[in-house]
């Protein structure tokens, strides 16, 4: 019973943890170039077992004790492209990512809503500049035209060139504010875009699939709602259990 408990709870914090990420793909359905994430639940010790397993060279069976939430994933997949026609608007069509100066290094972004900061350098919505080739990029006042392939013109001198880069197939970016990525391994250099195209008046919306987040988020309503119903059950058989032990004559 004490078992029964324990995995209830435990399946409760793992989906509460789960429905944190279901809530906030949700709320950013709606931001540019924002990936949503995607998480599961995994039985821990049926984890465990199965590492064992691998170790003794034996069978050991499964053995479920708790629910556990996997570290939530990106999903990198395109969004869909939206005419802004604003000239500093740039949707990334590819695998690519623009490169962004902070006070924490260089991160990477999807996010093409640009402007310009009083020193007419191209920012982010965040703030951050915007780098290319040679740095920050800094376009002045004037008319700003951006080619497919990264060339930032000022009237009609090309000045800089768009650092877009990408990542390999089994590198792992994480989230870290401001809608803003960084590989996980911290040293991982990125390589020259050569499979995404620059799309000048577009941005990319956010790839979150609406629909399917709150399908998700019924379910694991449900899921808590079940486990509230198993706790109460343990508890009802525990007051039971302990109302026959001391009832005289036993």
Same mark, same amino acid.
């Given at each position: 019973?004490?078992?029964?408990?324990?995995?209830?709870?435990?399946?409760?914090? %793992?989906?509460?943890?789960?429905?944190?990420? %279901?809530?906030?793909?949700?709320?950013?359905?709606?931001?540019?170039?924002?990936?949503? +994430?995607?998480?599961?639940?995994?039985?821990?010790?049926?984890?465990?077992?199965?590492?064992?397993?691998?170790?003794?060279?034996?069978?050991?069976?499964?053995?479920?004790?708790?629910?556990?939430?996997?570290?939530?994933?990106?999903?990198?997949?395109?969004?869909?492209?939206?005419?802004?026609?604003?000239?500093?608007?740039?949707?990334?069509?590819?695998?690519?990512?623009?490169?962004?100066?902070?006070?924490?290094?260089?991160?990477?972004?999807?996010?093409?809503?640009?402007?310009?900061?009083?020193?007419?350098?191209?920012?982010?919505?965040?703030?951050?500049?915007?780098?290319?080739?040679?740095?920050?990029?800094?376009?002045?006042?004037?008319?700003?035209?951006?080619?497919?392939?990264?060339?930032?013109?000022?009237?009609?001198?090309?000045?800089?060139?768009?650092?877009?880069? +990408?990542?390999?197939?089994?590198?792992?970016?994480?989230?870290?504010?401001?809608? +803003?990525?960084?590989?996980?391994?911290?040293?991982?250099?990125?390589?020259?875009?050569?499979?995404?195209?620059?799309?000048?008046?577009?941005?990319?919306?956010?790839?979150?699939?609406?629909?399917?987040?709150?399908?998700?988020?019924?379910?694991?309503?449900? %899921?808590?709602?079940?486990?509230?119903?198993?706790?109460?059950?343990?508890?009802?058989?525990?007051?039971?259990?302990?109302? +026959?032990?001391?009832?005289?004559?036993?």
């Amino acid at each position: 019973m004490i078992r029964g408990l324990y995995t209830a709870v435990s399946g409760m914090v %793992a989906t509460a943890r789960r429905m944190e990420v %279901a809530t906030n793909n949700l709320s950013n359905a709606e931001t540019v170039g924002y990936k949503q +994430e995607r998480t599961a639940g995994a039985a821990f010790d049926e984890q465990l077992v199965a590492r064992l397993t691998a170790q003794s060279g034996r069978d050991l069976g499964r053995l479920t004790l708790a629910n556990v939430p996997q570290v939530p994933l990106l999903d990198l997949g395109q969004g869909a492209l939206q005419a802004t026609d604003r000239p500093l608007d740039v949707a990334l069509e590819g695998p690519g990512f623009l490169a962004v100066d902070t006070a924490q290094g260089t991160r990477y972004t999807r996010d093409g809503s640009l402007t310009r900061d009083a020193d007419g350098y191209l920012t982010t919505q965040a703030g951050a500049r915007v780098l290319g080739e040679y740095g920050p990029i800094q376009v002045g006042g004037g008319a700003v035209t951006i080619d497919a392939d990264g060339t930032v013109r000022a009237g009609d001198a090309a000045i800089d060139r768009l650092q877009v880069v +990408e990542f390999g197939p089994d590198d792992v970016l994480e989230r870290v504010g401001r809608n +803003e990525l960084v590989p996980q391994q911290r040293d991982l250099q990125p390589q020259p875009a050569v499979a995404t195209t620059v799309r000048q008046g577009y941005v990319e919306a956010s790839n979150v699939d609406v629909t399917g987040v709150l399908t998700t988020t019924l379910g694991l309503q449900r %899921a808590y709602e079940a486990n509230q119903r198993m706790i109460r059950a343990q508890d009802d058989l525990l007051s039971r259990a302990v109302t +026959e032990i001391a009832r005289p004559g036993n």
